[in-house]
């Protein structure tokens, strides 16, 4: 079933960088055929093109945007300030792959994702922005499905069915488990 021809979420990141991360809410919401569009915009780069984009959701009537940003997060909060549409925020943990020291960490922004979450959800009062975990842009995918769901009936059918194979797939694990013991179980998972 196809629930809109226009888009009905806009998913919108600060950099090309967190497309990484971001593209699991894409993922979800194509795996349930609910149409996104999907931008760049930056509130600190392109502070301008923020209020233009505000107001380009409202005009092609987007009802949920999903907002990711790394670091001094600002995007989802300043989106927020712009619009009515309900804004989920997703943190993001900056990872710069172009840093000439090779090891991983090194490559992480200094206060690992706690910075973004912060800057997500310590909005003043009267303007809230909702945020899912750091990284956790799959989440922010479901999240917006859950609200248009309250539109859809089939997507609230839908929603049921993902809780029932979660629940399906914990219950196969624990078996396993069970029959196989822990040290082994966790031996195998692991290696
Ligand atoms: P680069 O990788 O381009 O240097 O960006 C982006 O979301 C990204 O995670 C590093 C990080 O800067 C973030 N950024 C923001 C905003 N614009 C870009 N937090 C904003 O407007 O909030």
Do not use: C
């Amino acid at each position: 079933m196809k629930y809109s021809e226009k888009p009905l979420v806009g998913i919108i990141m600060g950099s090309s960088s967190d497309s990484r991360i971001m593209q699991a809410a894409a993922e979800i919401l194509d795996e349930y055929k609910i149409k996104h569009e999907d931008q760049i915009v930056s509130a600190h780069r392109t502070p301008a093109r923020l209020e233009e984009y505000a107001k380009h959701a409202e005009k092609i009537g987007l009802k949920i945007i999903i907002a990711g940003a790394g670091g001094a997060a600002h995007l989802p909060g300043m989106i927020a300030s712009h619009t009515t549409i309900p804004v989920i925020g997703v943190p993001i943990l900056v990872y710069n792959d172009k840093h000439p020291k090779k090891t991983d960490t090194a490559k992480f922004s200094a206060f690992g994702g706690l910075d973004s979450l912060l800057s997500i959800t310590e909005m003043p009062s009267g303007s809230p922005v909702v945020a899912v975990g750091v990284n956790k842009a799959g989440n922010a995918g479901i999240y917006a499905m859950k609200i248009l769901a309250n539109e859809f009936t089939d997507l609230k059918k839908k929603l049921k069915q993902h809780k029932l194979d979660q629940h399906n797939s914990v219950m196969k694990e624990s078996d396993k488990l069970k029959t196989e013991g822990l040290s082994k179980f966790a031996k195998k998972k692991f290696k």
